[in-house]
């Protein structure tokens, strides 16, 4: 058995691929519309054509004023008003105001020139057709956001490399920003192997079982911004494979197989790895469950995973390390903050030290709170895990976690 | 004033929404390829067509043999077996063992008819041509998977109102279920409106302000499940507002408004949106910050909800109510267990009591975990939101938050 050896825990096997892939990366970028780009990563720094806003604005409704024509008013001593006007929204005003009078205003609308603060409308109560009450002292620029304060001219609104959400869309359309830079989605060749493997849309001979792998993967490199490129279904043939990943190596940025799960394709499989180019094979072999027979790869510039051909090892595996090295891909950081769900553990759970187990589990939700209950059944089985909520893990420092136990849930998402 | 004469809390608002909604939704089904059901909600309830796997498989590779034959062997002591063939992937075989016979098998292959057990190959030693040594007594079914272990034929694989993940993707294929039932997307009417609102593409004029909300909305009603139809942008005129109501009505199952920001424009749309059907508006004022000019409203089963024109608070809004109601529309749970991120809070925050705050953060990283740094200025801004990484939530029973207490950070997330 030349496969592993020396097994990694998956701290070292991601370190040494994003170590040997990261000199390697050319990130090419493509113009798109801004309104397209959600989830996409910014291909270049972008800077504010002009301030925000524009002029100085009402964030409230009521008068703008001159704050010191204010000062002095309460509720029992208001202030007298003249109202002079009233500012139109969407336009520009040249309204003066002078001492002791007042715009009406609403929010959003542009202030007078010389006024420099809003009352707010609940502060004030009109006594005559032209003449209000303000109850109220306000300072300089109250109620009011000014020119420039949003965002100055020249400011950075995205910096480089920065994944697109939908308030970065509306930050960079209120700036009138509408096309911009992204990084070109990585193109992920995505094979499936094993003479025992149909497409799913066949009925099942005994011995044989659908493709799943195919379309877990599309769905979660899709999710994780890359386009995925379906190869197809390959026999347990070493030249199938070499002609798979030759043609593939020219046109992606990564290439994922679920190997043949028979003894010697697990042999040549890491074999006809190798042959793509350098440095080759990095990792063969992961301290993990699922994931043992794991292989990484770098083959001149172009990341090459061989996944467990079980789909629920090879999702999990694709969640931890395709993601990370997607992310790389795309010019963002490997590591990512995740949000995650807390939950009480409800039974014991045993590991081997040094191996790194992640454990399918469902949420429950009663008056004590959230519990982390592990799927039962053999659990690497794809049907295990769409009955599960998400993962825990149980690091390689750890022989076990307890009933009891706090435990933080890695949710499996869908969108 | 008219409006915010009661002011509900978050979670009476929602109630109140839900309760007038609930009776009233008609979820319409319809049929999808399985790989295209990424994110959609489950619209039937799918069971098994046949067990999985449909024959006694090996979960490892090595010899298959009858798990008695193996009893006393060990290391000092090991069972000695014939090797009488090899399992084809892929195929079926009618290998029948004799007594201390065995067959070489790989993971995935089938059981010959009365095998019950795998020896994996690590356990073994081949000493001539067709003679295996076997180290370890097993017992019946280790290292297999019986027939209908996975999933048996008849049982729930997938329930009804379920979001679809990549993992029931795979589960369903597995079963050679290539098409589903899926809810049909609500379809939701987004209008801005305001007179001082030009599309994104327009210089500015002093005194407009780009829409913003059109496109923020129409990201999250799609990240939601959503379908958005955007109506485009509405002078501050009543009749104006009428009409897109009247026309959006037929065609929408939800219709959000950024409301105009004039003091009239407020008073009508409430207005408006109450003439478009039974039982009308619900909630006029929400007591949250930002948020507190949000109208509820449902119409003859439409809901309609009245979002402020304040893109920030607009999508804080949008995330926070309209997703819930979204939910409600393609049969989910209104309550979400939402996963979120521990941070340790960097400075006091302070709020009204009965009132529900959301603040932007950012999140911060260093050797002392990870802190939650509230984003300075004016938080109602759009650029803001854009600067965090997401939100922090001051509860309507607390008057603030003080610097070094953890708070739960709700991500603001892409995709």
Redesign the interface.
Known sequence: ?PEFLTLLTPQEARQKMIEALSSQIMLKVETIS??EA??RVSGKEVRAP?P????NRA?V?GYAVRAEDTFGASESLPAYFRVVGEV??????TLILGTMEAALI?????LPPNANAVVM??QTQRIAENEIEVYRAISAWENT?RLG???KEGEI??PIYK?????????L????I?QIEVVKKPRVGIVSS?????P??????????????T??L???V??C?GEPLPYGILP?REEALRKALSELKSGCDMILITA????SARDYTARVIQEMGSPGVLVHGLNTRPGKPTIFAVCDGVPIVGLP???MSA?VIALHFVRPLLNLLQGLPTEE??????ATLTVNLNSSAGREDWIPVR?L?DEQG?RADPVF??S???????R??GLICIPPAATGLTAGEKVW?E?????
Do not use: C, W
């Not at 139109?88 to 005003?93: I, K």
């Open positions: 058995m801004t309104t959600l989830g002009h925000l806003p524009m002029f964030t409704d139109p929204m969407g336009q520009e005003t609403h929010t959003g609308g542009m409308i609940e956001i304060e949003e965002v609104v995205l994944r697109i959400r939908a308030v970065e869309i509306g930050g359309l209120a700036l009138g509408t094993g003479d025992e493997v149909v799913p849309e066949h009925s099942l001979q005994i011995g044989q079982v659908r493709d799943v792998n379309y877990t599309s769905a979660l899709r999710r911004g347990d043949g799960s028979s003894i051909g079980n789909p999702f903050i995740k949000p995650r769900i807390e949420i939700q959230l059944g053999k690497n089985m794809i049907l295990a895990l769409s599960a909520d849930v949710p499996i998402e869908a969108i």
